[in-house]
């Protein structure tokens, strides 16, 4: 038995609630964890599509335009759907991008690249996002806070009240006043365990503009996080 294994082979072996699992025998004292920090690379998709010159043309009048079989194999599945995934050609019909670049070099087809952001949390089932009414209460304490993050200074408050008291409605309302205004927020959670709950909510409202960063994300998930929060995402 190996005595040293990346998490993302645990992961990968083991499905996703790996992490949580080793983040409790970590604590426990069983195991040992050790970060380390390489060059992370960003995962970069590429997507093939017949060109709009060709967009319009009959199968067999485009098969015409090659000879190779495996050519042909090629066209025939990208005409399926207008665009296929060059890891789905290469997985499903063995088509290596050296087959497909004599045809990208006539026109025929047209090869995309973009960048592909490790998510956890993407495909999650969300609640609804919800509508809050603030009560008299709930605006008074929004604008004691939006106050302080207006006046440019570093400031701190206490929001207090009991379980139910609709303090994460008054959080989320100055959430919003803040990003408004085009600058950002951090919103710290005090227990990764809290994590998939308050996910859930703000991601509900804001989208993929959310991004979550802790210690049970793998390197490349958390490398990714990163990028999005440097370029302004």
């Known amino acids: 038995a190996r005595t040293r294994v990346s998490e993302e082979t645990v992961v990968r072996d083991c499905g996703e609630n790996a992490s949580s699992i080793l983040l409790r025998l970590k ?3 069983m195991i040992e964890a050790e970060a380390e920090f ?3 690379k960003g995962v970069i998709s590429e997507t093939v599509s017949i060109s709009d010159e060709y967009a319009e043309m009959e199968l067999d009048a485009l098969l015409s335009l090659v000879r190779g079989s495996k050519q042909k194999e090629a066209l025939s599945a990208i005409s399926v759907s207008g665009s296929c995934n060059m890891n789905e050609l290469r997985d499903r019909y063995d088509i290596t991008k050296a087959i497909l670049k004599p045809l990208e070099a006539k026109g025929i087809i047209s090869i995309s690249a973009f960048d592909v952001f490790r998510d956890p949390y993407r495909g999650k089932k969300l609640p609804p996002d919800k ?3 603030l009560s008299e209460g709930q605006i008074k304490a929004r604008d004691t806070i939006t106050a302080l993050t207006d006046s440019g200074e570093p400031k701190a408050a ?3 009240g009991v379980t139910g008291s609709g ?3 008054v959080i989320r309302s100055v959430m919003d006043h803040v990003i408004s205004r085009g600058k950002s927020v951090i919103l710290l959670v005090p227990e990764i365990a809290l994590t ?4 859930a909510i703000f991601r509900a ?3 993929d503009r959310t991004v979550v960063i802790h210690s049970g994300l793998s390197k490349g998930e958390r490398y990714d996080a990163w990028r999005k929060i440097s370029r302004g995402e």
Do not use: A, E, F, R
Not at 196 to 199: A, D, I, K, N
């Open 131 to 133: 509508v809050y009414n």
């Open 205 to 207: 409202h804001y989208g």
């Open 27 to 29: 604590k426990s004292g």
């Open 38 to 40: 390489s060059d992370s």
């Open 158 to 160: 206490l929001l207090y």
């Open 196 to 199: 998939p709950q308050t996910v």
């Open 167 to 169: 303090k994460t409605s």
